[in-house]
T-cell receptor, first 116, second 116 residues
Framework: GAVVSQHPSRVICKSGTSVKIECRSL??????MFWYRQFPKQSLMLMAT?????????EQGVEKDKFLINHASLTLSTLTVTSAHPEDSSFYIC????????????FGPGTRLTVT | AQKITQTQPGMFVQEKEAVTLDCTYD???????LFWYKQPSSGEMIFLIY??????QNATEGRYSLNFQKARKSANLVISASQLGDSAMYFC????FGGGADGLTFGKGTHLIIQP
């Protein structure tokens, strides 16, 4: 099946700094990628839809200036958490549909962000 | 109102028994898809099974089957002959095709523990 990778798998940063998380589709091209956030013992919440070559679409309540998304190529989307605060500590997961039109989303392994 | 409701926060099941995980959904879109994902403690999201709103037959994938009752708006996951490796969080999710948004809406999940 299609593979989606994320880097880094874990990151610890200090409050006020920015962190970039990469999401790559390894064996397929993804015109659309998604970023989800999961707090401990909670469900996944869609943050934004990342579209190759255009601006991301953010869900209601998600600050687009805080969570910068760039989808510069058909295989790479990045999420940058700017001026991170401890409340941004969470599990961030990306996903993508393959261009072959498969209905299920392929998820990356996730990135655990801890802001101290 | 929640779009996806999973009423079982946790379940304990004996190994080799069948288990049913409940999921009800709410949508006014006639075209939608329902998904089940498994999330082990490692955090990765593993796709299990998909049911389209227009599919006439219940979906099956190996030991997984989806009991789709459209009039009741329910899409329960049935795992036959449970195994210790089935212990994980299970999420029901929906994608509404008519609204233009491609992201998934997840339920709160069910923590399934298989006991030997």
């Amino acid at each position: 099946g299609a593979v989606v990778s994320q880097h880094p798998s874990r990151v610890i940063c200090k409050s006020g700094t920015s962190v970039k998380i990469e999401c790559r589709s390894l064996d397929f091209q993804a015109t659309t990628m998604f970023w989800y956030r999961q707090f401990p013992k909670q469900s996944l919440m869609l943050m934004a839809t990342s579209n190759e070559g255009s601006k991301a679409t953010y869900e209601q309540g998600v600050e687009k200036d805080k969570f910068l998304i760039n989808h510069a190529s058909l295989t790479l989307s990045t999420l940058t958490v700017t001026s991170a605060h401890p409340e941004d500590s969470s599990f961030y997961i990306c996903s993508a549909y393959s261009r072959e039109g498969r209905l299920e989303q392929y998820f990356g392994p996730g990135t655990r962000l801890t802001v101290t | 109102a929640q779009k996806i409701t999973q009423t079982q926060p946790g379940m304990f099941v004996q190994e080799k028994e069948a288990v049913t995980l409940d999921c009800t959904y709410d949508t006014s879109d006639p075209s939608y898809g329902l998904f089940w994902y498994k999330q082990p403690s490692s955090g990765e999201m593993i796709f299990l099974i998909y049911q389209g709103s227009y599919d006439q037959q219940n979906a099956t994938e190996g030991r997984y089957s989806l009991n789709f009752q459209k009039a009741r708006k329910s899409a329960n996951l049935v795992i036959s002959a449970s195994q210790l490796g089935d212990s994980a969080m299970y999420f029901c999710a929906m994608r509404e095709f008519g609204g233009g948004a491609d992201g998934l809406t997840f339920g709160k999940g069910t923590h399934l523990i298989i006991q030997p």
